[in-house]
């Protein structure tokens, strides 16, 4: 009886144990998984945040304008496009600043000339598209002039590739390294009751049989670490935003929602599969071999 209740304890503690190892990883997973989206956003965001000056002949009417605006902002290198008249440009403070003279005053008119302000898309990334665009616009006759920061662009788009495959380098050997852990840590919670498994291939028990148990088991621990980790990476968030606001970490519901689906699957689809080989090698395994694994 005591060693019944001893064994009971010993099988308990390793699956609370490994329960928490795997609540633990997938944590760590979830954690990378926001970091690189987070990250990935950003990315694009910088990528679109590059100004390209569109200069236009004088005398262009509304329609005109609102004609030549709409079909540059049908490229796919275009996310949006903003007419800014000289008038407009004339009057800004910050302008004025800079020069700080009465240009119309001096010269008797306004020198300006009216623009469009267009804003790029992350595929102008893609040099050879990028100038075939400013060509296509430059051989227009409403449009004098294209100007847009090419080496801070070029750049930019270097700095945010490499950036990005050193983070999915970096993404994908912590998933190596977390499956591996995860891998053990179950083993490792078979191997405790490996000579139960014995015992039912002595007294006849089918492979299904044995499995299911031990499959089900494994469900029910994956979904188990699968909340523990939500919940722990969702202290995590609000603490963060709470003590380093400057962090600008913004809790949304939907997103810890599709996080949370995606850590309970995940803990779920990996403790079903790692159990079942761990099981399977030890029904397989000869029972005279069982006590040297």
Known sequence: MKNNTALKRRVLRSYTVS????????????????????????????????????????????????????????????VGVRFVSKEDKLADEEFRAVFDVDIEGILGENPLPDTFDVTLSAASADKEAREAFV???ESREEITRVSYPEQLLERVHNVLDTMQLLLLLFGGAMLVISLILLNNTIRLAIFSRREVINTMKLVGATKWFIMRPFLNRSALQGLIAGVLATLLFAATLCGLAHTMPELGIVIRIEELGIIA?????????????????????????????????
């Not at 850590?263 to 000869?286: E, Y």
């Open 19 to 78: 329960t928490v190892s795997i609540a633990l990883v997938l944590f760590v997973l979830g954690a990378i998984g926001y970091i690189m989206a987070s990250v990935f956003t950003t990315a694009q965001s910088m990528r679109e945040g590059v100004t390209m000056i569109v200069e236009l002949k004088d005398g262009l009417s509304e329609p005109q304008r609102d004609t030549l605006s709409a079909q540059i902002a049908t490229s796919e290198q275009v």
């Open 261 to 293: 689906a995606a850590l309970v699957g995940v803990g779920v689809v990996v403790a079903v599969l790692f159990t079942l080989f761990a099981v399977n090698k030890f029904v397989n395994m000869k029972s005279n071999k069982i006590y040297l694994y």
């Open 135 to 137: 060509e296509e616009l």
